[in-house]
Every structure is written in structure tokens, then in C-alpha cells.
């Protein structure tokens, strides 16, 4: 009986901590902001229970850029999708709004305590080493790694498309995609080759297959208010809870943790003796060895932080870029005009390249086609794969804003007052699809909108690192992979619209944007048929290049 007599009191500890936090009332009550529908759970189950932005985008369109909604026991909460708040959060004062707590343990529960759930100096540390193995010389250098990862599996397709009587199958893209980008991310970071796209059962393709729609995904009211009250709950706690507990999430969590970490800890065994005799290779693991041993002893990275880097990669680096990959496909099968004038631009550069006597395409020839950097730019922006990044306020602040906004009392003001631990949601999704900043048809998939639309104008407040999108963040907490992301996506998109024909099928237009703190296609009412996204491919006709 101890355990729930301890949940017991843990729950009513929470309670009056709630109700104490609920007064005075708080400085954020006149920003306006959707209705409450309930005390206990607040905003939150629209927020979270539905599909990727879609709170976001209704919210956003109703309130502005700046919006106050309620979490638990009506705690005021703060999305922003303002250009110049974001900058102050993200650039200007970085470190004074640290990572939530309860979400750095789930961070350290999946991939260890590595870049992802560092924050403050340790966070600084590390990023200075990771840094060198994802500069643009060393990214650039890696283009042969991703342009034979995507050869491989168009050899599969290909394959698949030739024994069919038709010439014309069905595959589940994001599998093959995420298989591909394990393989990328093996070889380009590691210089492994793990064989995944040839092996569907490989250790790590089993243990990473469905593990954020599983684990995060449709979650119920009851894991929701967990996860609003987990900011009264001691680190320490949580980390016991994820560490012992029976949920199933939490199981998940530590049986893909082990796997991958004994996948990490054979890499450094096979490489440890190269790299001690000065073999090491230009990826991304030996230039990370190298700057932590070129590193003044208090700067270098622990084992323990070395292998939590690795995991870090290995899951992030395929999961985001197969995602983004899945939703690019999905757009092109939408949008066939658009699929062909791609192709069109593929091949028509595929000509040149060896009409001058060369085989492979250069990251100078990628930077030379508009209409496919167009496109890349556009599923970017129309698809954040990380629609939210969760902040919280360390101190009292007062945060700037881009345009003034107006209040619950009619007051217009250019300044939003932010009490020390309000909890914040930066939205990822809405500032991508801000009209203002993007043009009136922000969301409308439209890759014109780079050569000839407001897309191309210089913004008044620069925030993200790729072309003032915030899909790869900016400022301290910038993606130090994004890079890497872009020419692997370049590389993926010519090899598989250069080659294939890509159309939609009948799940394919019942397509979610499933939340599940990385944005992932579902088939509606197929909940548990997992990561889906079904096209129908066959071999692209040649126009005569």
C-alpha cells in the first residue's frame, strides 16, 4: 500500500501547491487567449490531443502572435510565435529560459545527457566540441555518403517496381526513409555501415521503428495532466519514476536506451584503435574525439557524455530528416505540377553535370538549382517535423514584441511582463506559418514563394539559422546538425524525384500530422498501424535528358 499511499500524498501536495500558485493573480491574466475549458486540465487536451499546430494555427489566427492559454489548475501558460520575442528567448537571452525539467529527463531517458538535454554551461561545453564535425566543409564532404545511402535504396524500389507486373507499387515511404537515414547518419557520423536498408531487422531499426508515435503519441488525459503537474515534481523524482517505473513509455524508453547505448559502445570498440593510431576518418565521431581531446581538461566531454552524444545522433539525426523526407514526398504526390517541374530541374542539371565529364552532383550544383532548394525550403517551413520547443522563464522578465497586441481590456502594449517559472511553448508550426511574415497563403504549400515571394525578403528580426525559419531553431540552441540535414535532404530528394513518380493512394489522403513531439504521418483511424505514409511509386518516364 506504500506506493499509493505515496501517490496519494504526492497528488494532494500538488493540488495546494496549484491552488497557491493560482494567487495572486497573475500578471498574464490580460493577454488574450483561448477559453478554459476545464480547471484541472485547462487548454491542454486541445493543445496536445489533436493533430501537429492545429491548436496553434486556430489560436494564432483568433489571438495574435503573443497567446495566453491554461494548464493545469489554471496556470497561465505563454505561446509564442512573435518574430521578436522568439529572438529575445532564443538569442538574445538564451540561457534565461532553460529547458523544462520534466522534459529534459525524458531527453535523458531516450538518448542520454547529451547536447539535447544539457542546458546552461554544460550545454555550452558540449556544443563547442560537437561543433567542428558539423561545420560546412566537413557537412559538404559527406554528400557521397548521403548521395550512395539514397542510391542504395532507389536500387531496392527499383528492384521492387521491376518484379511487379504493373511496374507500379505501393510502399510505406517513411520505413524505407528512416532505414536510409540510419544508414546515412551511420556512415556520415560514425563511418559504420549498419546495413539497415538491406536488414528491416536490424537491432536499431526495431528498436527506433514507431518509438515516438509509441511512447508519445495519442496521449490520454490522465499522461497530459502528468505532464502538467511534473513541473512540481523534483527532477530527482521523475528521474526514479522513468528509472523504475512500470508504464509502458517509460519501458520503451529503457529498452531503446540499452540497445542503443551497447550499439554506441561497440562503434567506440571498433574504432578506438584507429583513432589511437591516427587512422581516424573526416566523420562526424572523429572529428568529435578529436576536438574533446584537443579540448583544456575541465571543457572535455565525459564517457558518459561521449556515448550520450552518439545516441543523440544516431536517433536524431535519422528520425528528423526521415520525417521531413516523408512529408517533402507527400507534398510532391499532392502537388504533381510541382513533382514535375522538380524533376525537370533534376535532370536538366543531371545533363549538365555529365555533360562536363562528371558522374556525381557537387553541393555547388544543389546550390545552382532554385526550384529544388525552392521546394526543400517549403517542406521545411509547411511541415516543421519539431513544431514546439517548451522554455521556461528563470527569471522575472519583460519580453519585446514585433507589433504591439491588445489586451482583455482593451490596453495595446509592445512589452509582455513573464513571471519567473511561466512556463512557455514556442511555436514552431504558427511562426512558420505567420502570414506576415510568409505572405497571405502561409498555409498553402507553394515553393514560388522563395523566387519570387515574400519568402525572399530580408525579415525585420532574424531568428532561425536556414533562411529565418525556425525549423532548425537559432541563436545558442540552433541545430548544430542543420547543415548536415539540408544536403542529406538535397541529396535524398534529387536521387528519388530524378529516378521515381510519386501518387497518392487512398490512406495516403487520409494523412495526420501526428503529434508526438516530432511531427509523424499517421493513417486516420489506423491508430495503431503506426508511422504510415503509403504512395504509389513507379520508374519516371524519361523526357530525353
Known sequence: MYPLFALTGLTVLVLLYGFSKRYPRSPLSNIRGPKSSSFLLGNLLELYQGQAGEADFKWRSCFGDIIRFKGVFGEDQLMIADPKALQWIFHTFAYRYPKQHSRRVASQMMNGKGIIWADGEVHKRQR??????????ASEALLPVFKGCAESMSAQWMEIIGSDNDKKVVLNVPTWLSRATLDAIGEAAFDVHLGAIQDDKHVLVRSYSNVMKDIFGYPSARQIFFQGVSKYIPAKVLEWMSNYGSNPGFQRMRAMNKVATDVAKEMVQEKAESLLEGEGNKDVFSLLVKANMDADAKNKLTE???????????????????????????????HPGVQSRLRTEIRAMEAAVHARGDSQFTTADFDAMPYTTAVMKEVLRYHSVAYHVHRVAGRDDILPLSQPITTESGDVINEVPVPKGTRIVASIAAYNRNTELWGDDAHKFNPDRWLEGVAREKKAVSIGVYSNLMTFLGGAHACIGWRFAVIEIQAFLVEMVGKFEFAMTDKAERIRREACRVMVPTVEGEANGGVQLPLSISIARDDGY
Open 304 to 334: 558518459e557524455e561521449l556515448l550520450a552524444q552518439m545516441r543523440t545522433i544516431l536517433f536524431v539525426g535519422h528520425e528528423t530528416t526521415s520525417n521531413a523526407l516523408s512529408w517533402a514526398l507527400l507534398e510532391l504526390a499532392r
Open 128 to 137: 563547442k566540441i560537437l561543433l567542428p564535425g558539423f561545420g560546412g566543409p
